[in-house]
Nanobody
């Protein structure tokens, strides 16, 4: 699957952004779809995931501020980010993790930069 992320930008602390990620195919029951981020000099870290059944999971650092959602008709996932903090500054990547039998496949988008100024 090919993924295209968009929606990043520069925002002041306390502001909001909505990221989008368009997938080249429909999501399936084998998929866990999510967002990860990587700040300069740091490892890529988990932000949020959503399953085909709508079960969500969030990193503690973003709980209550970020919301992940899906638009299945558009093959698109979103990340609504509110109350942004300077420490949210990172490149955000969308991900589809596909599980088939005993194997796991990871697909990544190209990333979109989010910069939060203080």
């Amino acid at each position: 699957v090919q993924l295209q992320a968009s929606g990043g930008g520069l925002v002041q602390a306390g502001g909001s952004l909505r990221l989008s990620c368009d997938a080249s195919r429909k999501f399936s029951s084998n998929d866990v779809i999510g967002w990860y981020r990587q700040a300069p000099g740091k490892q890529r870290e988990f932000v949020a995931t959503i399953t085909i059944m709508g079960v969500t999971n969030y990193a503690d650092s973003v709980k209550g501020r970020f919301t992940i959602s899906r638009a299945d008709a558009k093959n698109t996932i979103y990340l609504q980010m509110n109350s942004l903090k300077p420490e949210d500054t990172a490149v955000y990547y969308c991900n589809v993790r596909q599980k088939i039998l005993l194997r796991t496949f990871d697909f990544w988008g190209q990333g979109t930069q989010v910069t939060v100024s203080s």
